[in-house]
């Protein structure tokens, strides 16, 4: 462990008198030899048995915290997580970064929501991020977070973290409304304008003897800010002037310092989605309940690009040969693209579980995610003449989904006394890709025609998994698991217009051993190590998304990649005083075969796809603390601080590689929050994120983090201050970025934004 790392934890010891799980809603966690029991009537379903970090936050800190517009907002303070959120609505970018896991890894976390896989294993990176869209921020009741991949009761992709949201289902008639509105002033190159968010939603909820449901709608009508920007090298124009003169390129420097013009922006979303959520409960029992959900899911999107260039008349310049300073250079139609899209998604969840908290409780759960609707349509004509039409290109994918089958069993010989608790399970996932393109005589309206390229294929995990938590005494408890899977990977098939490879059946057996150990040291403080083995199985996409050329050979994709093998290591220290909390704990991972994007150096033509890199090493500091009623009463703090040494060691096929930092692991990023509870009705909280610097290239050659696709360190300031009107209605005014922090992750993340809303509850 670094040596400038012992001063700062010997600190945080001594001035921070103690450690912190969120309650619920005035009802305190609980400790138990190394664990944390969550009060409450909507208990996580994370395995809190297990002496493992897991960390979350509840309805009612939510409401006072976080301006949150999305669900994955209520994540933005957690200790060493990031999603990658660029807008209100972000649909397919909002990848979650964990400790030892960039945003560039989108497979390596799983996210659920009542045991219902919102996680998108279909492939790894930007475009397949959670579906969050999935579950509105107004039906969160809690959200939990298991770092790392230390239950045996979950796959390979739960190396980074498991994030559990549980939703409401009333005890009683209930009602909700919410209206907001965001506002955000946004100044970037020759982009000066304002970008807003309208956001409305509805839900309805009550309990009729042993049957129970819930009833939500919600509508969000955003427009982000550019995301993507045109630009070419200085150096690459040719001199002489050919071309027609224009004015307004802005000069800037790209990710790796090297002199730039800035043409325009290539993509603004304007987004309208809308979400429908039905959850029905019957109790056959006391102790038995079945439940099925039914989420719809609607996304209609359109890229819009925006050109600074003007010619002499003051006409906009999409394309073609145009003059800047006595350079050339030519404007390709792709240069100035939009987009729009349509997406229609379904997803079903049916549960069947005991809670006896007896002898033996079981749990039988099913799941799909279907793409019922999910088309692209895009230009192959350059603006303005594309913005009414014309020939272009249809991307289809619908079909494409996943569904999951899970068998729980828990023993527990001696009963309520939970001294020995032995989890089984069964588990299916099987995943379905179906993506062809085709031309269009008009990409606005126009149907599909000839096939350009196609990719198919499926994958699917069969595992078995056995867990036994055994306390062995008063102050001691352990956990030994194993889980077994049964890899497949078939039906691959890349295509282009003219020809089709079909690829080989593939399949893998692994095993993944799974150790905890708790110390209860005395009244206050628990020592905890864990230690788990983790297999990420390459995806649908990885291995078969890709093309081919006119002789055949595939481009672009590796059907014979390797999987991902981590082993992962944690130690804890924790001191838990009544609302106070500290918890100190170094972690450790080993990741070899780690599946990148990269260029192979060692083959002639040079050959860049998705390859495995031979190891990433990892390892860290992270600390937490919180205490309610601080310092003053009604005021709670919590913050966190995680200090991360991320390299690439072995690397043959692209060795300037060994020895740099692991794309997107800042080593420094810390969160604090401080919410001031002034009286019953009112209450205001200040919070503050940072990151340190970070890198997207896997040579780190992005050294300049503040431009078009580099990552760049942040500090952001967000403020709330949410009032309780009466027993219904409440209002809440929100600054997130205050400070107007200008940061990239790749895209420009939000500047300044102004949020506002009004809440009706019954």
Known sequence: MNTRLIPLAAALLVVFP??????HEGESPLKMVGTVVIAGSHPTSLPTQIPTTIEGITRAQIEDQVNASDAEDALKYLPSLLV?????????????????SGTGNSARSAVYADGVLLSNYLGNGATFAPRWGMV?????????????????????????AVVDYVTRMPKQFEAHARV????????????DTTFSAR????????????????VSVNRTDSDGQPQTFTNRAIASGTAGGAGGPVTGAVVDKDRTNRDIYIFGT???????????????????????????????????????????????????????????????????ASDFNSTKEELRHLMHGLTVKSNTKGVFDWEVAASLYDYSRDILRAPTAARPAAATGGAGRIVDQGGTGWNTLSLKGVYRPDGMRGTHIVDFGYQRAAYKLATIERATTDWLNGEPGARNQAFSGRTGIDSLYLQDTWKLSQDWKTVLGARFEHWEGRDGETANAGKVVRHAKRSENDVSPKAALAFQANEDWTLKASTGRAIRMPTVSELYQGGINNTGTLVNNDPHLKAERSWTTELSAERLVGNSALRITAFFERNRDALYSQTNVLVTPNVTNVQNVG???THGLETAWSNENVLVEGLDMQASLTWTDSKIKRNEKFPASVGKWQPRIPEWRASAVATYRVNDKLSTTLAARYSGKQYSTLDNMDINGFAYQGASRYFTVDARLRYRIDKHWSAAFGIDNANNYKYWNFHPYPQRSYSAEVKFDW
């Open 266 to 332: 290539a993509t603004q979303y304007s987004t309208v989605q809308n979400h429908a959520k039905i959850k029905v409960a019957y109790d056959f029992s006391p102790t038995v309940r079945a439940s099925y959900s039914l989420g719809w899911w609607q996304n209609d999107s359109n890229g819009t690009p925006s050109t600074y260039l003007r010619d002499a008349t003051g006409k906009p310049v999409f394309s073609g040969p145009v003059s800047i300073n006595g350079r050339s250079f030519t404007l390709a």
């Open 615 to 617: 190891l990433i090493r």
């Open 84 to 100: 990658r959120k660029r807008y209100i609505g972000d649909y397919n970018h909002a990848v979650l970064s964990t400790r030892a």
């Open 18 to 23: 103690a450690p912190a799980f969120a309650d």
């Open 199 to 214: 956001q409305s939603s509805m839900s309805l909820g009550n309990r009729h003897g042993a049957w129970s449901w819930f």
């Open 136 to 160: 509105a921020p107004e039906e969160i009741e809690r959200v939990d977070v298991l770092y790392g991949p230390f239950s045996a009761a979950y796959g390979g992709n739960s190396v980074g």
């Open 180 to 191: 907001a509105y965001v506002r955000q002033p946004f100044e970037l190159y020759n982009t």
